[in-house]
T-cell receptor, first 114, second 113 residues
């Protein structure tokens, strides 16, 4: 069974631009969560989607948004990029939205903002 | 505010040694506690998940324990190997917050041959 895939793996953008990251969950998984990882703040929760609905949201500005499609694939968008948005963005999938399931993480997208 | 703390931040041990990584959490309504491994520049690999009703879980050389009353979890690695070198992260989830995980800052483990 294929794991969680994220595209692209690496991205370089300049301040003010916007970016869209994609995450394909494990087949059969309906929940997708997104996390930002930086050396200073560690791993921080962005949001969770289940059955195309946002179930939970972290403390990030409105520039960070996401969506989920009917096939459970998810995208996150960051508008008006800032230098501080440089990070490893990880998505994780699980079978359900509850917290009984192990979450499986993808390899991440490394975003660099210049 | 829910917080997860991991001590020490870094640990270096000789090959073959048994070791314990520590994780403490403030969430009194913890639902489960997960341990992950992260290799440099890579994603996270799930190691063990302990439900709040459980006291421990074992997988191969790994054993994780959970003590809700004290707000602590430990990951025991037996007979460490150089391939165990990685950053180990623990994360808690709450009854009311679905799949949201609160992560500790991790312990960077180095096992020397």
């Amino acid at each position: 069974k294929a794991g969680v895939t994220q595209t692209p793996r690496y991205l370089i953008k300049t301040r003010g631009q916007q970016v869209t990251l994609s995450c394909s969950p494990i087949s059969g998984h309906r929940s997708v969560s997104w996390y930002q990882q930086t050396p200073g703040q560690g791993l921080q929760f962005l949001f969770e989607y289940f059955s195309e609905t946002q179930r939970n949201k972290g403390n990030f500005p409105g520039r960070f948004s996401g969506r989920q499609f009917s096939n459970s694939r998810s995208e996150m968008n960051v508008s008006t990029l800032e230098l501080g948005d440089s990070a490893l963005y990880l998505c994780a999938s699980s079978v359900t939205s509850g917290n009984t399931d192990t979450q499986y993480f993808g390899p991440g997208t490394r975003l660099t903002v210049l | 505010k829910q917080e997860v703390t991991q001590i020490p931040a870094a640990l270096s041990v000789p090959e073959g040694e048994n070791l314990v990584l520590n994780c403490s959490f403030t969430d009194s309504a913890i639902y489960n506690l997960q341990w992950f491994r992260q290799d440099p520049g890579k994603g996270l690999t799930s190691l063990l998940l302990i439900q709040s009703s459980q006291r421990e879980q074992t997988s191969g050389r790994l054993n994780a324990s959970l003590d809700k009353s004290s707000g602590r979890s430990t990951l025991y690695i037996a007979a460490s190997q150089p391939g165990d070198s990685a950053t180990y992260l623990c994360a808690s989830s709450n009854y009311n917050q679905g799949g949201k995980l609160i992560f500790g800052q991790g312990t960077e483990l180095s096992v020397k041959p």
